[in-house]
């Protein structure tokens, strides 16, 4: 059983950046690959971006390639997401998520634990 909480998130002008935080209580952190996905009001969730369990590697959806980065830190059981050059269409709220990590692929995997979310709202 893993518990994730999100922090981080807030209000900021187009053009600027957030770091959120997924902190992780529980067992065996280190096992498990994380994501974060976000969604809007009115649209469904979105994965944005996921991670090894080991930090070997990372994915992104093309919507934020080059915007955002993944990393996780398993000594303090959390998980970041640096996001940058951010827009107007990134307001949503964020949720981390984490599964056992069988090297399956990070966006099509159904995530079994999921935070309570953080919302990011970008103002233009």
């Known amino acids: 059983q893993v518990q994730l909480v999100e922090s981080g998130g807030g209000l900021v002008q187009a053009g600027g950046s957030l770091r959120l935080s997924c902190a992780a209580s529980?067992?065996?952190?280190?096992?498990?690959?994380m994501g974060w996905f976000r969604q809007a009001p009115g649209k469904e969730r979105e994965f944005l971006a996921g991670i090894r369990w080991n930090g070997g590697s990372a994915y992104y959806a093309d919507s934020v390639t080059g915007r955002c980065t993944i990393s996780r830190d398993n000594a303090k059981n959390t998980v970041y997401l640096q996001m940058n050059s951010l827009k107007p269409e990134d307001t949503a709220v964020y949720y981390c998520?984490?599964?056992?990590?069988?090297?399956?692929?990070?966006?099509?995997?159904?995530?079994?634990?999921w935070g309570q979310g953080t919302q990011v709202t970008v103002s233009s």
């Open positions: 529980g067992r065996s952190f280190s096992s498990y690959a």
């Open positions: 998520a984490a599964v056992v990590d069988y090297g399956l692929d990070l966006a099509s995997i159904k995530y079994n634990y």
